[in-house]
């Protein structure tokens, strides 16, 4: 996957929408195995945190490489100031340096949008091509994606 991941999402996501996200990302997991993409905690060691508030993840450090970590959260809590916002919506994003647990992390935007549909919009510096994987795993497992296009406008 690319370099960074940015998206505009409201504060907080309704409950049962959020757990659907939650379960259709549950069931992209095994490609991501399969494709040999190790998730790990935040922090790059121990496991991923998948849960009802939302998810945390980057690469393994000590095998594929870590950067920044993704994270998703059902409701945003801001403990030090507001990130910025634009039409209404919340900028967060995700460095994730070109390494394999970018595509987690793009697999997880696509069904963002797919559920959220206008309340975010998804864009990065990567090209067009890195989205390919996990459109492609969306589509097949979940019947949906190979439409998603990142949007070309972003704000860093």
């Not at 594929?64 to 809590?77: A, K, M, P, Y």
């Not at 394999?100 to 935007?109: D, I, K, S, V």
């Not at 019947?143 to 990142?150: I, Q």
Request: with cysteine.
């Amino acid at each position: 996957m690319g370099y960074t991941l940015y998206w505009y999402r409201e504060k907080t996501v309704d409950q049962a929408v959020f757990q659907r996200m939650l379960d259709d990302f549950k069931k992209i997991l095994p490609e991501i195995d399969r494709s040999e993409v190790v998730l790990a905690g935040p922090d790059g060691e121990g496991l991923p945190m998948i849960n009802e508030y939302g998810v945390s993840f980057n690469g393994k450090c000590e095998s594929q490489g870590c950067c920044e970590s993704f994270n998703f959260v059902q409701d945003l809590i801001f403990v030090y100031h507001q990130p910025r916002k634009r039409n209404g919506k919340y900028f967060q994003y995700a460095k994730t340096g070109g390494l394999p647990y970018g595509l987690a992390a793009a697999a997880f935007l696509i069904i963002a949008k797919q559920y959220l549909r206008d309340q975010i919009t998804v864009s990065s510096d990567a090209p067009l091509p890195d989205w390919d994987k996990p459109r492609r795993w969306c589509q097949r497992i979940l019947g949906f994606g190979s439409e998603f296009l990142p949007e070309s406008d972003f704000e860093e």
